[in-house]
């Protein structure tokens, strides 16, 4: 009867001691955001190697490296991608050694060879992915600009309204474009410099088109209006054509990693499997057989690669 009863406290003190801890919490982050008002967030201590990052990326070394991920678009800075690849050929380096089997030189070796080919396939996968996002809001863009027009209001504030309303990356073109006119940039001139940062097809239409009807005038409504309709078909028929191709896309990129990871776990389970390739006839044949691999990767991707 006595423990039952000291058990009930113990359980009942501790249901209090929860809720008035819950509480506690509750007012604490009231008074946080209170005083967050009141004086402003208090700036955080950054580590070591956030403020290396940071102090790295405001050198000329990754300028052009940043411009290669904005045409990649990554969402990471220069120091981020360079310490994932690092983090990478760590991670490939303790693996190869822990599941696979291979010394510690090999699998340095091999993470080397995964994170230079990684680096260099990645942004020649990705080259035109910026290009393709703005081309597929070129349709909303157009239907804003026209619509703004049929309003109307002037070319400069339906450039404005677009730097509002759409997201990136066309939000960041078009507020560059709005804030050089406000600055007293010539329209055509920051057309034009619009026009020689992206060399797509669609863009330089669209851009071609405004010119045209800034110089020679029209019904510019009318002309965006149909613009809108035929980059929408357009984007339609990307999609379906990538649905179409979408098995053939991840067979391009299971070929080159499946026999490497077939070759390690064989030679996890058999041992010795890998030192013919030490050889000179064994390198060759290496060699051979990592070249035709990347040229089936290189084929197959350039035949689901259809351009419209």
């Not at 819950?22 to 403020?51: C, P």
């Not at 680096?119 to 070129?138: A, D, G, H, P, V």
Request: aromatic share 12%.
């Amino acid at each position: 009867m006595t423990a039952a009863v000291f058990y009930g406290l113990a359980v009942l003190f501790g249901l209090w001691g929860v809720y008035s801890y819950l509480g506690y919490r509750a007012e604490k982050r009231q008074w946080k955001q209170r005083v967050t008002g009141w004086y402003g967030e208090r700036q955080k201590r950054k580590s070591f190697f956030v403020v290396l990052g940071d102090r790295f990326d405001q050198t000329k070394y990754a300028e052009p490296l940043r411009g290669k991920l904005q045409q990649a678009n990554l969402p990471l800075t220069p120091s981020e991608f360079l310490g994932m690849l690092l983090l990478a050929f760590m991670a490939i380096t303790v693996l190869s050694n822990s599941m696979f089997g291979l010394t510690y030189a090999l699998g340095a070796i091999i993470g080397i060879i995964a994170v230079i080919a990684t680096y260099y396939i990645l942004f020649w996968l990705r080259k035109n992915k910026y290009e393709e996002r703005l081309n597929n809001q070129l349709g909303e863009v157009c239907r804003l600009l026209g619509n703004s027009v049929r309003a109307g209001m002037t070319i400069y504030q339906g450039a404005d309204l677009v730097a509002r309303e759409v997201s990136s990356p066309a939000k960041e073109e078009f507020q560059r474009l709005s804030q050089e006119l406000k600055l007293g940039v010539d329209f055509e001139k920051a057309l034009k410099d619009m026009q020689k940062r992206h060399k797509s097809r669609e863009f330089q239409l669209f851009i071609a088109t405004l010119l045209i009807q800034k110089r020679a005038g029209g019904n510019l409504y009318a002309v965006l209006d149909e613009m809108s309709q035929t980059l929408e078909e357009r984007k339609l028929l990307l999609q379906s054509i990538k649905t179409m191709t979408a098995e053939q896309r991840y067979i391009s990129y299971l070929l080159p990693i499946l026999p490497v990871f077939l070759v390690l776990m064989m030679n996890q389970i058999i041992d010795g499997f890998l030192k013919p390739l030490m050889t000179v006839p064994g390198a060759i044949l290496g060699l051979f057989f990592l070249g035709a691999t990347v040229l089936a990767f290189i084929l197959v991707r350039k035949v689901s690669n259809i351009k419209v």
